[in-house]
Structures are given as structure tokens and as C-alpha cells.
């Protein structure tokens, strides 16, 4: 059984931070979806100037940029395994 994805990262397409934040959950193997602020007007308007924020839908909890591999570890909760192409 595959693990299910609990968090959502939202972004914009062509924000390079975002890319930078989709780079540090890929390596920590954090399964994630994506949601385009841009496709909702109430998303954009809430998340415009804050993302990319990581959302885990769970518990309604974020965890706004700038964040890193440590600041990941402590939102999750759990032990990151990351791979080796950094």
C-alpha cells in the first residue's frame, strides 16, 4: 500500500520559489500534490504574497516559505529519507 498524500503545496506556475520548495519535498520524499493559487480567486487572494505554503490537510496546518529540510522534519513529523541527488 503507497503512502497517501496528506500535503498540498500551493503555487503558482513560473514562481521560481515554488520550484525551489517542490526541489527540497522531492528530495526528503515527502509525497505532495500540487494546487495552482491562480485557478481559485479565494486561494489567490488568501495565498497571493505567501506562497509557496505547504499545507497538510489533516490537521489545516502550514508551513509558509522560506522553509528547508529541517523546518520540513519538524512539520511532518516524521523521518525524512532523502535522496541522494541533491
Not at 2 to 9: A, E, I
Not at 50 to 61: F, Q
Request: glycine share 6%; net charge negative; charged share 20%.
Amino acid at each position: 500500500m503507497g503512502k497517501q498524500s496528506r500535503y498540498v503545496l500551493l503555487h503558482t506556475e513560473g514562481c521560481h520559489l515554488c520550484d525551489e520548495a517542490m526541489v527540497i519535498l522531492q528530495q526528503a520524499n515527502v509525497p505532495f500534490l500540487c494546487c495552482d493559487i491562480c485557478e481559485d480567486e479565494e486561494l489567490a487572494t488568501v495565498y497571493g504574497t505567501r506562497i509557496p505554503v505547504l499545507r497538510n490537510d489533516s490537521n489545516g496546518l502550514e508551513l509558509n516559505w522560506p522553509f528547508d529540510s529541517a523546518a520540513l522534519h519538524t512539520f511532518t513529523g516524521e523521518t525524512l529519507e532523502f535522496s541522494s541527488d541533491q
